[in-house]
């Protein structure tokens, strides 16, 4: 089984100052990461994803993530926050066995603010 | 190129109402999901359609539950005899394959049930 927990379900910084947002997951066997950002009203965009090649992903807008196998995290950072960085982040996983590969279980979300 | 469209934008209807919401994927993507985000549960998995293979329909949370994909391309969710408690935005995506390939989402439906 699979699952994924977002550690913190808020997270307020101020404007270019970093983000961390922190994921941890759960998989019976290797896992697909992704960090997925959803603006509001907007659709889900994929900001980055991890499927087994480098452990540092780098995404669009200044983010990237660690993938870290002993941790079973996948922590999602920017070195300087923008005001549009405003929104909520999910975390998301994806188990490569036959029956959940492409199914994609959501954390809960991190809803970011970002204070002038 | 055209994103993953979605109609209607908003549905409102009465409890016990049938509802179809529609889904036209990216053009020559094979795979389509249906998931549904609402705020008790969060983003959850529906149903699965990949090519001509048999649709995995193992999130669908009811028997009122259903999904068709007509000539691999657009795809309709119908809930039947609707309730209070499937009010929520139901979003589509599409890849171009299943497994790890990127998930394109639509900007979703939201459904509103009185």
């Known amino acids: 089984a699979q699952s994924v927990t977002q550690l913190d379900s808020h997270v307020s910084v101020s404007e270019g100052t970093p983000v961390l947002l922190r994921c941890n997951y759960s998989?019976?066997?290797?896992?697909?990461l992704f960090w997925y950002v959803q603006h509001p009203n907007k659709g889900l965009q994929l900001l980055l994803k991890y499927t087994s090649a480098a452990t540092l992903v780098k995404g669009i807008n200044g983010f990237e993530a660690e993938f870290k196998k002993s941790e079973t995290s996948f922590h999602l950072t920017k070195p300087s926050a923008h005001m549009s960085d405003a929104a909520e982040y999910f975390c998301v996983v994806s188990d490569r066995i036959t029956d959940s590969w492409g199914k994609l279980q959501f954390g809960a979300g991190t809803q970011v603010v970002v204070t002038p | 190129g055209a994103g993953v469209s979605q109609s209607p934008s908003n549905k409102v209807t009465e409890k016990g109402k049938d509802v179809e919401l529609r889904c036209d994927p990216i053009?020559?993507?094979?795979?389509l999901y249906w998931y549904r985000q609402s705020l008790g549960q969060g983003l959850e998995f529906l149903i699965y359609?990949?090519?001509?293979?048999?649709?995995?329909k193992s999130g669908l949370p009811s028997d009122r539950f259903s999904a068709e994909r007509t000539g691999g391309s657009v795809s309709t969710l119908t809930i039947q005899r609707t309730q209070q408690e499937d009010s929520a935005v139901y979003l589509c995506?599409?890849?171009?394959?299943?497994?790890?390939?990127?998930?394109?989402f639509g900007p979703g439906t939201r459904l509103t049930v009185l």
């Open positions: 998989s019976s066997y290797s896992p697909s």
């Open positions: 359609f990949q090519g001509n293979s048999a649709p995995d």
């Open positions: 995506a599409s890849s171009t394959g299943g497994g790890a390939d990127t998930q394109y």
């Open positions: 053009s020559g993507h094979t795979a």
